[in-house]
């Protein structure tokens, strides 16, 4: 037997055992003659003590073990002199009479501390030793029990995990497709789900009634921080079932992991926000609403004071920020560099000060009066102290999208987005498609498969461009803290309402026929209405542990370039395999 106890287990009511524990060498350290070891295993730490008139070969190797050595020591708990109160097993020591190596270890290319000493690229390159630290090891076992949870959950509602492929056809419309290519079919290749969406809709079609599953998806897209090309999903589908069915079921699945995991009471029912609210006062459609500063529509209060940028712009907005009337000229061009950056795209920030001696500050007062600004104050709901920062342009969502970029800015520069803070909300009623001008066509806002609200058939079944783009679906995204965790919608189960949809987004029949046959023909023998969603599994850990990258909560995860640096891959393939592959590797030109 390797060993009687883990090294998180001894406690003082355990002294007098003989004991054997077997684990890691965290550190060893002299003292008087006496050796100690910190012995290390996933479930905690254990000190261990050679005395000094300990036998010489047991001094010898106690003093011969380096960091990371795996043992197994063999020996007495006795109470500690000096206890340490920190660690569970502060109490005790081991008195030790043996000790086996089991296994020596080169010295590690960092510390295995909670705050290691290595940088991110040796970490990732040795991830198996920094999945040994504290922090990952918290990390994955709140992923387990966040797994585990839903799993009784969602069983506990009569869903069934149902496994589906991961070969299936590329079909690529939103993200890029991972293909892999078929040796046993010359030319063609399969490509790797970005979601199991169609799958679960024919399991639907197919009579199970609930199902889920927690799955890996693939989605070759150029990678963001916190991107993964493969992430995974808790995917569920439901037949039988309207909006407020699915949103009941899943908000009461998220208050019971708030509550059994993190001890968290969120509200019953959760918030729900339109879309059209989303963007008109937190200009995104995952609004962050731990705080207020919400975006205010102030075109008509602007107008007519000879300021030609405001004259002409056909949306203005302003958002106003607590104490910024303080802020200095030199922070106030900051501000407006930052809102140039390309990844905000303002061309610049008009701002209105309410002094707190009364007076009004701003870059405009040449045409705006005193009386007017504080009517703009008045409306954006500024306080005396207060900034009022404004943007306009000529398209609206545009507009707000950028005051929303920059609220979210604000909130962080005044610690108003503390993560142990949870404000979940669904945002419901968003358009059913997106128009894009670069491609003089209309894409899915959600996906092809979400169902216009059925008060909105008639102009779904329009040609006319304004009619489609007021058709709303019934989609709705689960928001945290302004991150979104998951998304779904009431499907199309009608095979016309579904060739319909294919039409609207300039998909031939023919391509149609190619690529989605085989969901339009299922959909002609008796396909019940069915709805689901998916939440980002990835995310949902990183935000429960009040983190924002999901890197660490991954076990083995790539790096930005898409790269695992550990195993090297991807990595190129001999001739020989290229060759049953059919697969011609083009020179760089
Ligand atoms: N398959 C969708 C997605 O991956 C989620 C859903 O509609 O259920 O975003």
Known sequence: MYRTHTCGELR??????????????????????MTFIDLRDRYGITQLVVESDADASLLGTATSLGREYVIQAIGTVVERQSKNSK??????????????????SMTPPFTIEDE?????????????????????QKALALRHKLAHEIRNYLDAHDFMEIETPYLIKSTPEGARDFVVPSRMNPGEFYALPQSPQTFKQLLMVAGYDRYFQIVRCFRDEDLRADRQPEFTQIDCEMSFVEQ????????????????NVIGVDVPDPLPRMSWFDAMDNYGSDKPDVRFGMTIHEITDKVKGKGFSILDEAKYVGAIAVQGGAEYTRKQ??????????????????IYIKLNTDGSVKSSIDKFYASE???????????????????MSGNEKRKV????????????N??????????????????????????????????HPFTAPKPEHMDLFYSNKKEDLERVCANAYDFVLNGTELGGGSIRIHDSEVQKRMFEVLGIGSEEAEYKFGFIIHAFQYGAPPHGGLAFGFDRVCALFAGKDTIRDFIAFPKNNMGRDVMIDSPSRIDQMQLDELHIDIRKEQ
């Open 413 to 446: 520069r005044l610690g108003m987005r503390d993560p142990k803070v949870f404000a979940p909300l669904w945002i419901i009623d968003f358009p059913l498609l997106e128009w894009s001008d670069e491609d003089n066509r209309f894409y899915a806002m959600h």
């Open 244 to 259: 407020d069915d699915v949103l009941n079921m899943f908000e009461g699945m998220m208050r019971t992991l708030f509550k």
């Open 372 to 390: 007017d600004l504080k009517a703009i104050g008045e409306a954006v709901e500024a306080k005396t102290g207060d900034i009022i920062l404004i």
């Open 12 to 33: 003082i009511g355990n002294a007098g055992q003989k004991v054997t524990l077997a684990g890691w060498v965290q550190r060893t350290r002299k003292l008087g003659g």
């Open 400 to 411: 707000q999208t950028m005051l929303g970029v920059l609220r979210i800015e604000m909130g």
């Open 116 to 136: 290691s000493d290595g940088g991110e690229d040796i970490r990732a390159k040795y991830r198996y030793l920094d999945l040994r630290r504290n922090p990952l």
């Open 332 to 349: 106030i061009d900051e501000l407006t560099e930052w809102v140039k950056r390309p990844q905000v795209g303002a061309k610049g920030l």
């Open 87 to 104: 660690m569970p097993t502060g109490d005790i020591e081991i008195k030790l009479d043996k000790i086996n190596i089991l296994n020596k």
